[in-house]
């Protein structure tokens, strides 16, 4: 593992990386059965992998340009995490008690976000980059909220079904799944984000951007998940999912002004964040 691990991060030029004792679960016991699992969930990606594609291009923004993009997915047996390192390159762990059908979906999941940095604007790339300001932390969140929404609403339908055919399934990858539709976990989840939003200033942005994962991330309340599943399908309901997808090259403010413009009921709170 480690001649295997040392040997992708020079190819694909990954210098400032751990080891592989920080991205493996080295210290268990590896069965039979679960490397079978681990074959039979890699087959399966393998069999679907068009369908993936085209899964995730129904929920691109229309464009008159002509963009394409290459990405290698790269697939880490027991790996503890599953993040891009950079542009074209995602690392994904794969989890041998995940259902294939789940790790499908996070897949797809997966290509929204590498996707999503096409569609910023310059503001946006800079403050997704670096937060000088409270405002550019606000637009870094927004973002986030924005591309967490439509990338989970691209496989929305599919994961309910699963979630509700499965009430004894651990998720491994959409921890939040069974928070999904809660609308007591919902109301806390857009308190807290008009709290933080209100509280953040010039003078505390870097505590407020070191807090990003225990505040807006938190597995308790994961509130980007909630908030932007929450808007991105009320926009949908209300306007249709092309105005939901018309996000190429528009600041995060216009999806929450989006938002702003339907019924749902929290639309007075979140389309001035």
């Known amino acids: 593992m480690d001649i295997a691990w040392t040997d992708f991060c020079r190819r694909h030029a990954l210098t400032d990386l751990g080891g592989v004792e920080e991205f493996f679960e080295l210290d268990r016991e590896t069965a039979i059965s679960e490397l079978a699992a681990l074959d039979d969930t890699v087959s399966f ?3 679907t992998l068009r369908q993936s594609v085209e899964h ?4 691109l923004p229309e ?4 963009i394409s993009h290459s ?3 790269a697939f880490l047996p027991y790996g503890r995490y599953s993040f891009s390192p950079k542009h074209r390159l995602q690392l994904f762990s794969l989890d041998p008690n995940a259902s294939p059908i789940e790790t499908y979906l996070f897949l797809v999941h997966v290509y929204y976000h590498e996707l999503s940095f096409v569609n910023e604007t310059a503001k946006g790339r800079r403050c997704s980059s670096e937060q000088l300001s409270a405002e550019d932390f606000k637009e870094w969140i927004r973002l986030l909220i924005r591309n967490e929404g439509i990338g989970n609403c691209a496989v929305l339908k599919e994961l309910i079904e699963f979630r509700d055919a499965h009430s ?3 998720f491994r990858y959409f921890s939040y799944a069974r ?3 809660d609308p007591t976990l919902l109301q806390g989840a857009v308190s807290v984000l008009a709290e933080a939003f209100t509280a953040v200033d010039d003078g505390n942005v870097v505590q407020f951007t070191s807090g990003v994962n225990k505040i807006f991330k938190n597995e308790a309340l994961p509130i980007i998940n909630l908030v932007g599943i929450h808007m991105a399908e009320s926009i949908a309901s209300h306007q249709g999912i092309a105005k939901l997808k018309d996000v190429y090259q528009r600041d995060a403010g216009n999806f929450f002004a989006s938002y702003g413009e339907t019924n749902a009921p929290f639309a007075s709170v979140l389309k001035n964040l």
């Open 179 to 181: 928070k999904i539709g």
């Open 45 to 47: 990606i393998d069999s």
């Open 71 to 73: 990405v290698t997915v």
């Open 63 to 66: 464009v008159d340009e002509d």
């Open 168 to 170: 004894d399934y651990s």
């Open 56 to 59: 995730i291009t129904k929920w």
